[in-house]
């Protein structure tokens, strides 16, 4: 014998849950209030907010182009800054670099 309740409220009342599913027992829990909720009720709440995600993930994808621009210009730094690095070391050690057209040794000190 069993007893059916339908005035109850729903046990998840977060305005924005978290959900956590438990692919052992097959049931997702709001980790918020740690209620057990119905799988058609979190999907249905996730559909619900789905523009939200979609501005979440834009604006991911612009921080990403933009740090991928500063490790770029890093990037672009650092090597400069090693072959003039090695250019200075080599002038002091009485290397000079060589023209690759003419074959013409050049003092960098004399360069404009």
């Known amino acids: 014998m069993f007893r059916v309740e339908r005035g109850r409220e729903k046990l998840c009342r977060c305005k ?3 959900y956590e599913i438990d692919t052992v027992n097959r049931i997702v829990m709001c ?3 740690g209620s057990i909720t ?3 009720d979190a999907l ?3 559909s619900q ?3 939200r995600y979609e501005e979440y ?3 991911a994808l612009k921080k990403c182009r933009v740090y991928g621009e500063m490790a770029d210009k890093e990037l672009r730094r650092r090597f400069r800054n090693k072959i003039f690095k090695d250019l200075e ?3 002091f050690q009485g290397l000079l670099p ?3 057209n003419c074959d013409e040794l050049i003092d960098p000190v004399k360069m404009t």
């Open 31 to 33: 980790t918020r209030c």
């Open 57 to 59: 993930q834009e604006t």
């Open 49 to 51: 907010n789905w523009e």
């Open 38 to 40: 119905d799988p058609f």
């Open 44 to 46: 249905l709440n996730l």
């Open 98 to 100: 060589h023209c690759p």
């Open 89 to 91: 070391k080599q002038y």
């Open 16 to 18: 924005k849950p978290k």
